[in-house]
């Protein structure tokens, strides 16, 4: 049990670093490659968020692609529209 909170406290901490470097991206001067790599930061804690706060491997497989592979579409449509 112990294990279980120490490993989602870590993941906690990833997300609040995460979260301050998307923030500091953000202050920076805007450029195309910052909001790629905060775009990056973002779904990568989504990511996080969806394995281990939803519980994401206990589900069924069929429900793993779906969600991944919303994930992925999302991701490459807004990076496609950034392109642009």
Do not use: N
């Not at 989602?8 to 910052?34: I, N």
């Amino acid at each position: 049990m112990v294990d279980a909170k120490l490993k989602l406290t870590f993941v906690w901490l990833v997300l609040c670093l995460t979260t301050l470097l998307s923030v500091g991206a953000s202050e920076a001067s805007f450029t195309q490659h910052l909001a790629l790599i905060a775009l990056g930061i973002a779904f990568f804690k989504v990511l996080l968020v969806m394995i281990y706060f939803m519980e994401l491997p206990l589900a069924t497989r069929k429900y793993r692609a779906a969600y991944l592979g919303w994930v992925v579409v999302v991701l490459l449509a807004l990076v496609a529209l950034a392109r642009a």
